[in-house]
């Protein structure tokens, strides 16, 4: 049996998308701030203090930079673009890919309000 286990290709190429992901706390819900357990005041309202789980950290993508926490995804920007083809890897799939996101993303925010301005 060979003691080193040869990387296969496609994780050799894809080696990239392995610090992807956005982090997402629950505790504060990526605010880094939750409720403080002290006397509310006239000057502080509604006393905060840091999320002892995140600490206030930033959430961002190591790869990519994107901070919008979508479930079921490490990263949906990097998702996305492991998912495109080699030889579709440039600038002008990336600006079409963008814009088309927009797009979807506009045509579904308007969809889910018609939906409850009818309900």
């Not at 990239?16 to 509310?40: P, Q």
């Not at 005041?41 to 509604?46: A, E, G, I, L, S």
Request: glycine share 6%; proline share 5%.
């Amino acid at each position: 049996m060979n003691a080193h286990t040869p990387i296969a290709p496609t994780e050799r190429v894809n080696a990239w998308h392995n610090k992807s992901g956005v982090g997402h706390c629950s505790t504060c819900n990526d605010t880094g701030k939750v409720h403080a357990f002290r006397r509310a005041t006239v000057n502080d309202p509604y006393p905060e203090a840091d999320c002892d789980e995140c600490f206030g950290m930033d959430h961002a993508c190591e790869v990519c930079g994107n901070t919008i926490h979508i479930p079921g995804y490490d990263c949906l920007a990097c998702d996305m673009a492991i998912e495109v083809p080699a030889e579709l890897l440039d600038a002008d799939t990336a600006a079409e890919l963008a814009r088309a996101l927009v797009c979807a993303i506009n045509a579904a925010a308007r969809h889910r309000a018609s939906v409850r301005k009818a309900a």
